[in-house]
């Protein structure tokens, strides 16, 4: 290349980032704001009304975002101010998520709303090939189903150490996974786009987007699951790391644990909070007969004074958790993914207690009690769209206006 062109190549380059990131500032304040007129946008983004113009107009001839049906009547002369809105019938991404006991396959709209949701159990059966084939086996029949909507993508999402860049789960222990090449595996057999990340991390970004955290500068996230993991963004970007190994908190030591752990030590964080080990204790003293959380939490809300016991007791130590992490990131909002804390009051006082009062007002649910595992997945390619929305063209055929 002739060095005279290189100053040519790079401002165009620069030019492009510009556009893109000016289209997602546009199509992330429709979402917030929506319905919402062009010169409200443009205040609120401090960009230029021609460059609002612009941007709706590329986005609603991808199909992202409509005039609404009733325009607002301006105060003075000239044309009503017409709002836009995002089209949220036209488009949905697959969610997939990656539990311990089962996969949840889902379709989300733009808007984050799950639209169906199934649950696949696996059985004694965990091998990769074999769950990833039957989630995305799943997901085609959901989508196959799903009428006239275009899919943009896939998400996935699941525990332990997962690599975002390569698409790769590097290390799942509790399933028995290495070096499992999901987006290669999903892509292959749903010809679609794929994209990987860690459940925390997802979460962060699906709270940033459409739950609580929306426009919290700084958000820890702590998903306390059958995996024990965190998740910290700030100023909208979510901290991976070399390698996305930013959040493995398994095996850091929590006050009070009594726990044994595989590597030798007791009271990890993630043995002493995971879910088995809240199911093993309340089976042992005879509330639930199953391994499932969600049991506990029903025998609570039917008045079983052990389970409230058990739920309290973890919520409490889970506050511990929160509290250390709090006190290496001091973040703006603290997000709590965990069954109690979800559905109860007095967990979420417990946790709240622990953090202390100084800080207690900072921490606050999963926005996602009933729906958490399918956003996770979701999101993971919303986020991606809502960072890129032009890259939507590409995905969608839709560049030259809607069908």
Same mark, same amino acid.
């Given at each position: ?11 165009r380059?620069?030019d ?125 029949a ?42 290669e &595996? ?5 010809g679609?786009?794929v994209? $990987? ?33 965190a998740a ?46 809240l ?17 506990? &939490? ?9 389970? $409230? ?8 130590? $889970? ?44 921490? &606050? ?14 999101? &993971? ?5 809502y ?17």
């Amino acid at each position: 290349m002739p060095l005279s062109a290189a100053p040519s190549v790079a401002r165009r380059a620069a030019d492009s980032a510009r556009r893109r990131t000016s289209a997602s500032v546009v199509l992330r304040s429709v979402l917030e704001h929506g319905p919402v007129a062009r010169s409200t946008i443009a205040r609120l983004t401090g960009l230029s009304p021609a460059a609002v113009t612009d941007h709706c107009g590329q986005l609603s001839a991808l199909g992202l975002i409509r005039e609404a049906a009733a325009p607002r009547q301006s105060n003075g002369a000239g044309r009503p101010h017409i709002p836009v809105d995002l089209d949220a019938s036209r488009f949905v991404v697959g969610g997939v998520h990656v539990a311990v006991p089962y996969t949840t396959v889902a379709l989300l709209d733009l808007r984050g709303q799950v639209v169906v949701e199934r649950r696949l159990g696996h059985g004694d059966r965990t091998e990769p090939g074999r769950v990833l084939a039957n989630a995305a086996d799943a997901l085609g029949a959901l989508l196959a189903a799903a009428g006239d909507r275009t899919p943009l993508g896939v998400g996935v999402a699941a525990g332990g150490w997962v690599d975002r860049d390569s698409g790769t789960v590097v290390e799942h222990a509790l399933l028995g996974w290495r070096d499992v090449a999901v987006r290669e &595996v999903i892509g292959a057999r749903t010809g679609l786009p794929v994209q $990987v990340d860690g459940h925390a991390r997802a979460l962060v970004n699906g709270e940033r987007l459409f739950g609580r955290a929306r426009g919290s500068r700084s958000v820890l996230h702590l998903f306390v699951g059958n995996v024990v993991d965190a998740a910290f963004a700030t100023h909208d970007e979510v901290h991976h790391g070399p390698r996305s190994q930013a959040g493995v908190i398994a095996h850091l030591p929590l006050e009070g644990g009594t726990e044994p752990c595989d590597c030798g030590r007791t009271g990890c964080l993630q043995v002493e909070l995971s879910e088995r080990t809240l199911c093993h204790r309340a089976r042992q003293a005879g509330v639930i007969g199953t391994a499932n959380p969600m049991h506990v &939490v029903r025998a609570a809300g039917d008045g079983d004074p052990v389970a $409230v016991r058990l739920l309290v007791e973890r919520a409490r130590m $889970v506050g511990r958790a929160a509290r250390l992490l709090l006190d290496v990131l001091n973040p703006e909002t603290v997000v709590i993914t965990e069954a109690g804390v979800m559905y109860r009051d007095d967990c979420l006082d417990a946790v709240r207690e622990a953090v202390g009062e100084e800080r207690a007002a900072l921490v &606050v649910p999963s926005s996602f009690p009933d729906s958490v595992l399918a956003v996770a997945g979701g999101s &993971v390619a919303l986020d991606v769209l809502y960072r890129d929305p032009l890259s939507a063209s590409a995905i969608s055929g839709a560049s030259s206006g809607p069908n």
